[in-house]
């Protein structure tokens, strides 16, 4: 079934007509597709943009919050980056309310995704999002590069 009731953003029938298929993680791998990765990178204020390096904050205790639809997914890797996780899962795409982050006693840690909703939010807390970066195969960037510069010769 398709969102927002189902795990699925196009219909399988659309399989047919792409040129590659990603899955984040084992666990899933359908005939033909491409595993990737995601991997964490540094931990950046929404306040002021100053960057960190996750790894500085090891051995810290963290208010981890998301709404995104794995949670369970955020909390490990913020744990398997050495912090002490209080975990908040929100249901996914949900709608944050100052009240929501205000009663954590932080420091607070969010997911880029989340960290878009709230910026706009008067909050006490000073918030930070966990950067990612999708780690793919090398083919999958071959691919990519190859539509990228076909594209260019069209125009």
Known sequence: RLLPAGPLRQPLERLAEVDCILIKGAGMELA?????????????????????PVEAWAGRSVDAVCG??????????????????????????HDFSAEDI???????VVTAKDAVKLERLALKPVLRKLEIAAVL?????DIIQNHIEHFYDET
């Open 68 to 93: 995104i639809s794995n949670p369970e997914s955020f909390f490990a890797d913020l744990e398997r980056l050495g912090l002490e996780v209080r975990a908040h899962a929100f249901p996914d795409h």
């Open 32 to 52: 033909g597709s491409r595993l990737f990765e995601l991997q964490p990178g540094q931990l950046v204020s929404l306040d002021s943009s100053q960057r960190e």
């Open 137 to 141: 195969p090398e083919d999958v960037i």
């Open 102 to 108: 205000n009663r954590l006693p932080g420091p607070v």
